[in-house]
């Protein structure tokens, strides 16, 4: 109770200063030139399509969901040099390095290394391991630069996009080939980073475009400051990628992509506190895709679209080496509209197979795993008044060859009035547990003792019944604003029983509670030079009896977190940019190590139209890491950008 009172008080008193914001903005009768032009930088924004929310082209107008995208131009300014990192400015989403190859990602909470509770996308491809439900990141060195945009959907998708996506969906959408004409230069060091990527792009034919690419980058392992003193590296990580993508697009109808990379990455690992294995140990991981994608328009709204993709991933955990393998292919049908119905259908299937090499401190009981999984979806989109009210019905049937079936079912209602948006939606999901909650026996032997942990398979899905509401408001071309509201409540999640008489722990499906809060993002063109996007996201987890090792190491928090961002970007002068970007993180538990505060920097000099130096820092501030011990130490770039 005592927390819904703060909620509610800090968003009215958001409200009441935005009122007073608003009035000065909306009292201007003439537009100016640069008004002008803002207004048609607005119009190009709304224009912009995207794919997550609804699996068809839509603009981003008339969507029932909370979503943010981060733009070419929104991913630049934040100055990140990899997709985690352009991932802080989000509200509601958590960010935190671990270590030079380990991020931790969470949507509206389960922060945690081995979190299974959205899923990552890149080009529509999941990158999300089928058997550890995580990322390898080590594996996925993307250059920012080939990135389009982020599309972040927050609050479950399943009902499009299945059972993965139970707390969010993160799609990374790159550019096409004919994006990418010329060669480009991007050199970066600093005292923590040091890479150097080249891409050179060109044509085939008239209407065909090719891109390859390479990228090499050394990364030392992250310090940590712990209770009584600070530790020295941890994971060096050399990473090494090279890709190639082509686009082809007849005069009429069709656009063909093939695309593909190869990755290798290096890991020379010494111990960090708390890790019960001794170190010093060098371990290799490849990984590499190969993705084909068929696009046919049909009309002026409608569509289908075909993909199939194979992937493949070598890595270690701590001496347990293993490879897994995914081929994956889905049909997606767009409709024109019918009467009041526009309708999105989709069919698709995925096989991975895993196989695992015995370590000697690590070992598995199943050294080869596989799967056969499919899946169809339907929805819906219902025109209930023209131009102002809309419903949205969607189901998605995921279907496992062990027999289980999991329906994904939402219900959305939008209704826009003018400038504002006001959007409902009530969502059923259930989620299959990770494959190594469901089979295998995994043996940790540590000083002269053997732990085990026992997945006998006996689990139950984890369900997802969710309630949200939001509210979007364009005051002026200077003037954005978007709130949302949320309350999930979970249940049969997977908890870890440990019986430290045997030094045995069981997955099971016992873990129950609940998560609501909210999200309020903000942004204000104050002076033609300046830019302020400040968000506030408020949640709290009540889930009793949880400890860290419950929800597949996902922990949930069990009290209210506040976490503040805010982006100012500047325009210094006519080739001079300094953006800034702090975010305030409590979790109000009393504990002194669960607070944080972090601030990065950029300051960017463009001497001319083909070259742009920046200056960037990261965590110059003292940030402490969520449900963790240690905090990051402050970091110093220098990137430079040569388009010729």
Not at 11 to 18: D, E, N
Not at 107 to 130: A, C, E, H, M
Not at 188 to 212: E, H, I, L, P, W
């Amino acid at each position: 109770m005592i927390f819904f009172r703060q909620l509610f008080f800090i968003i009215f008193l958001f409200f009441l200063i935005l009122n007073g914001l608003i009035k000065p903005c909306l009292a201007q009768e003439k537009e100016t030139s640069n008004q002008q032009l803002e207004k048609l930088e607005l119009e190009d924004l709304l224009d912009v399509e995207v794919v997550s929310p609804t699996r068809r082209k839509q603009s981003l107008e008339n969507i029932a969901g909370s979503y943010t995208i981060l733009t070419e131009e929104d991913i630049k300014v934040s100055g990140a040099m990899s997709v985690p990192e352009a991932l802080k400015v989000v509200p509601g989403v958590l960010v935190t390095r671990m270590d030079s190859d380990k991020w931790s990602i969470g949507i509206r909470g389960f922060n945690g290394v081995f979190n299974s509770k959205q899923l990552i996308l890149i080009d529509n491809r999941p990158i999300t391991s089928p058997y550890y439900s995580e990322v390898i990141w080590s594996n996925q060195d993307l250059p920012i630069e080939l990135v389009k945009r982020i599309e972040v959907i927050r609050g479950p998708w399943t009902s499009l996009w299945g059972s993965e996506s139970f707390n969010g969906v993160i799609n990374i959408i790159t550019k096409s080939a004919k994006e990418l004409q010329g060669t480009q230069s991007v050199s970066v060091v600093g005292n923590d980073v040091a890479s150097q990527m080249v891409r050179q792009g060109g044509k085939f034919t008239d209407d065909g475009y090719f891109m390859v690419y390479a990228k090499g980058s050394y990364e030392p392992g992250k310090s940590y400051t712990v209770r009584g003193g600070t530790h020295k590296g941890s994971r060096d990580l050399v990473q090494g990628t090279t890709g190639f993508r082509t686009d082809w697009q007849n005069i009429f109808t069709d656009q063909f992509t093939i695309q593909g990379d190869i990755s290798t990455s290096s890991i020379t690992e010494q111990s960090p506190p708390g890790n019960p294995f001794s170190a010093d140990k060098v371990k290799k991981g490849y990984g590499g895709y190969a993705q084909f994608t068929w696009d046919r328009a049909t009309g002026l709204n409608s569509g289908m679209q075909f993909r199939t993709s194979y992937s493949r991933s070598e890595t270690t955990f701590d001496d347990l080496e293993g490879v897994s393998n995914t081929i994956d292919a889905e049909y997606i049908y767009s409709a024109d509209q019918i009467g009041i119905n526009l309708f999105t259908l989709g069919l698709g299937g995925r096989y991975f197979w895993d196989s695992f090499e015995q370590g000697d401190h690590v070992r598995v009981r199943n050294e080869k795993f596989s799967r056969m999984d499919f899946s169809s979806f339907a929805q819906d989109k219902m025109t209930l008044i023209e131009d102002s009210l809309f419903l949205t019905l969607g189901l998605k049937l995921d279907y496992s060859e062990d027999g289980n079936l999991e329906p994904q079912s939402t219900a959305r209602l939008l209704y826009t009035a003018d400038e504002d948006e006001y959007w409902l939606a009530v969502s059923k999901a259930t989620r299959v547990p990770s494959n190594w909650a469901r089979e295998g026996r995994y043996q940790v032997n540590y000083n002269g003792k053997r732990y085990e942990i026992d997945a006998s398979g006996n689990l139950d899905s984890e369900e997802l019944t969710s309630v949200e509401a939001g509210y979007r408001r364009i005051f002026s071309d200077n003037l954005k604003l978007d709130l949302s509201l949320y309350f999930n409540s979970y249940d049969k999640l997977i908890t870890l029983n440990y019986d430290p008489d045997t030094r045995i722990a069981t997955p099971a499906s016992a873990l129950c509670g609940l998560t609501y809060g909210t999200e309020v993002a903000l942004d204000w063109k104050v002076l033609p030079r300046l830019t302020l996007r400040p968000s506030i996201s408020l949640s709290n987890q009540d889930f009793p009896g949880a400890t860290l090792n419950d929800a597949g190491f996902s922990p949930p928090l069990n009290c209210p977190v506040y976490n503040l961002k805010i982006q100012a970007l500047i325009n210094l002068a006519e080739k001079w940019d300094l953006d800034l970007f702090g975010s305030y993180l409590n979790t109000m538990d009393d504990k002194d190590l669960s607070t944080g505060f972090g601030v990065d920097a950029r300051l960017a000099w463009h001497p001319v139209d083909n070259l742009s130096l920046e200056l960037i820092g990261s965590s110059l501030l003292s940030q402490v890491n969520e449900g963790n011990f240690e905090t990051t130490e402050p970091s110093c770039s220098l990137r430079v950008i040569w388009d010729f």
